[in-house]
Nanobody
């Protein structure tokens, strides 16, 4: 139900935009989250967006550099990543949950972002 894309190799200081397309009906009731998992590390939440209204949350590590948005008509979420750092290197996942559920239950397949120094 979720398809992430847009990863790749970029130099430090550069930008990438990830996309996450969903086929889930009535996505207005959902929250889309972006996660990442670096080699040897636990998966961490990068940020999220409440689909209805667009309220966003960002982890401190990416605040001011990453922006989450969505295009309602396309049922697609975006993670714009600017001023990338080598420590941003990870597999990035999009995920979704109903707004008042505690856990993300729908997951995309992940897309690799590699930031070279």
């Amino acid at each position: 139900q979720l398809q992430a894309s847009g990863g790749g190799l970029v130099q430090a200081g550069g930008s990438l935009r990830l996309s996450c397309a969903t086929s889930q009906r009535n996505f207005s009731m959902y929250v889309m989250g972006w996660f990442r998992q670096a080699p040897g590390k636990d998966r961490e939440l990068v940020g999220s967006i409440v689909w209805s209204g667009g309220l966003t949350y960002y982890a401190d590590a990416v605040k001011g550099r990453f922006t989450i948005s969505r295009a309602n008509a396309e049922s697609t979420g975006y993670l714009q990543m600017n001023i990338l750092k080598p420590e941003d290197t990870a597999v990035y996942y999009c995920a979704a949950k109903r707004r008042y559920e505690p856990n993300y239950v729908h997951w995309g397949q992940g897309t690799l972002v590699t930031v070279s120094s």
